[in-house]
Each structure stands twice: as C-alpha cells, then as structure tokens.
Antibody, heavy 119, light 108 residues
C-alpha cells in the first residue's frame, strides 16, 4: 500500500532553515507528484507547492517563492522540502502528500512533521 | 491573492443533513475538492472533481457545484463525521492551488 513517512519534529531558531523529508513506498515514486501542505497551530491548511519527481520541475505559490525548495531523490523514493529564513509564524505541521490518481491533488498523506521556530 | 470562502462552523443533529459551502470566483471554471480532517490527523480526500467520491468514502458524502459556489453535503450525518472540512481548488490562472479557510462540522 502507498505509504509516506516523514522525518521527525524539529526546533529551529529564527533565520535558520529546516529540511523535512518524506520517504515513500508502495508505488513508483516518479509516477506521481508530491505536494507539500502546512498547518499552523489551530489554523487551516496552506498549500506550499508541488514537485514532479520524474522531471524535477516544481511549482510554488508566490508567498513561498525564494524561500522554499522542493527536491526529490528517485534512487531512494524520497522527497524533501527546505524552508529558509524561518520566522515564528512558520511554526506549523508540515505534510507531504502523494498525488491522487494523476489528477494533481494530494491524495495520500504523510503523518506530518512539526517544525517549531523559537528563539 | 485568490480566496475560497467557507463558513467557520456548521452544526447539525445526528441523522440530519449538513451542507458546507465554498465560494470562489474561479469555481465556474475550476473543479472543487473536499478534505476531511479529524483532530490530530492528516486530511482525507472525500470528494474530487466537484462530485466524485473516492473508494472507501461513505455514500452519505456528496458534492455539487453551481456557479461560484461548491457544496459538500453529508446526508444523515453521524457523530463520527465531526471534523474540519476544507475545500480546495485552483485560482483563475490555473497554476496555483488554494484551500478554503475550513469549516468545523459539529454533529450532536
């Protein structure tokens, strides 16, 4: 079955960077996009972008352009999301999610990775 | 930036029908998708492409879209349907995805 397992919780200082990993199994990694979505404490979901593991192309909303980098390593079926210049309001649970049925939306989700930004 | 607007909360008694709306000016041209998120869990897709139900999602969940509004309907809502529900769609450019603000469904 499709599984996405994310890296553990992180605590970072303002201005630092964080890199979250998302190891996948149960399907051909390069066949489906990986999306990243975050959720601040008590808040709603926020789409951060996607990566096409087959070609490496990415799509980020304007809010995160210049600060987010999504990459993939097809040899180990793992996607990564790095967010730089962290601020306190980047404190959130970060989710990776595999595309559903090749229609471009998140369908299979990781368990989430809590990133806390605090001085 | 593009926004999808949902009511913050909807409340029904068990067995009643709950309707959650999502408005956005690109919805006449873009599909709506709906996610259910229970406390402390990852979201689950319950409706895709306005009205299709993924396998394993109960038939009481249905979706529709007309003009600038999409609607998620839970017919005969059950206590276990209590959750936050988010609509999701593309903006007018078709390049970027947006979540609605979420609606807390209470069934009691």
């Amino acid at each position: 079955q499709v599984q996405l397992v994310q890296s553990g919780a992180e605590v970072k200082k303002p201005g630092a960077s964080v890199k979250v990993s998302c190891k996948t199994s149960g399907y051909i990694f390069s066949d489906y996009y990986i999306h990243w979505v975050r959720q601040a404490p008590g808040q709603g979901l926020e789409w951060m972008g996607w990566i096409n593991p087959n070609r490496g192309d990415v799509n980020y909303p304007q809010k995160f352009q210049g600060r987010v980098t999504m990459i993939s390593d097809t040899s180990i079926s793992t996607a990564y999301m790095e967010l730089s210049r962290l601020k306190s309001d980047d404190t959130a649970v970060y989710f990776c999610a595999r595309e559903f049925m090749s229609i471009g939306i998140p369908g299979y989700w990781g368990q989430g990775s809590l990133v806390t930004v605090s001085s | 930036s593009y926004e999808l607007t949902q009511p913050p909360s909807v409340s029904v008694s068990p067995g009643q029908t709950a309707r959650i709306t999502c408005s956005g000016d690109a919805l006449p041209k873009k599909y709506a998708y709906w996610y259910q998120q229970k406390s402390g869990q990852a979201p689950v897709l319950v409706i895709y492409e306005d009205s299709k139900r993924p396998s394993g999602i109960p038939e009481r969940f249905s979706g529709s879209s007309s003009g600038t509004m999409a609607t998620l309907t839970v017919s005969g809502a059950q206590v276990e349907d209590e959750a936050d529900y988010y609509c999701y769609s593309k903006d007018n450019s078709g390049n970027f995805w947006v979540f609605g603000g979420g609606t807390k469904l209470t069934v009691l």
